[in-house]
Structures are given as C-alpha cells and as structure tokens.
Nanobody, 122 residues
Framework: QVQLEESGGGLVQAGGSLSLSCAAS????????MGWFRQAPGKEREFVAS????????YYADSVKGRFTISKDNAKNTAYLQMNSLKAEDTAVYHC???????????????WGQGTQVTVSS
C-alpha cells in the first residue's frame, strides 16, 4: 500500500503560482508512475499531468501545457506540481495518484491522495 498526502493548495489570484506536493509513505515512489488529476465542482475528474517512474518522461493535458510542471524526487519520496500563470478555470481539488501506468487515465492509478483545494480568483 502507498499512502499519499497532498499539500500546497490555497487561494491565489489569476496569473499567480502555486506549488503542490504529494508526499508518499508505505512504499517508495521510485517504482511508480505519478499522476495529478483535478475535479471542479459539478465536473468529472480530469487528467492534469503524469510522469514515469524514472522521472524521465512527462505528459500534460493541453489545458495546462506550458504552464504546469510535474516532477518527482524519489529520494524524498515526493512528487510535485508547479503551477504558473494560473487561471480561474484551474480552480479544483487536485489529487495525486500513484500507479504502474503512465497513461492519462485514472484507471491506471491504484493509490490516491485525499486532494488539496486550489482556488484561483479572477
């Protein structure tokens, strides 16, 4: 089992930045791909970004490409999501997930965090 805990969410003005962290316990993240997903009120969960277990390859949703950066530090057992140039439409609960798949589908990830709220004011 892998336990994941997100942190770093909050309220920010449009154009600002936030950095989310996802700390893992139970098992090392070096064996897992990591993903970030988000869910806005009344909407389905959507893929944001993913990174291979090695950290060598990343993949982004078109809506965040060029603004968000996913990374992972296997030594610290932590994954990150740096979010720049935030927009009001980025407002959502952000969840990190760990799994063996690199694909942008939630079904590929076995372990999930509870989520952290990100609110972007316009």
């Amino acid at each position: 089992q892998v336990q994941l805990e997100e942190s770093g969410g909050g309220l920010v003005q449009a154009g600002g930045s936030l950095s989310l962290s996802c700390a893992a316990s139970g098992r090392t993240l070096s064996n897992y791909a990591m993903g970030w997903f988000r869910q806005a009120p009344g909407k389905e969960r959507e893929f944001v970004a993913s990174i291979r277990w090695s950290g060598a390859t990343t993949y982004y949703a078109d809506s965040v490409k060029g603004r968000f950066t996913i990374s992972k530090d296997n030594a610290k057992n932590t994954a990150y999501l740096q979010m720049n140039s935030l927009k009001a439409e980025d407002t959502a609960v952000y969840h990190c997930a760990a799994g063996y798949g690199f694909v942008p589908h939630s079904s590929a990830y076995a372990f999930w965090g509870q989520g952290t709220q990100v609110t972007v004011s316009s």
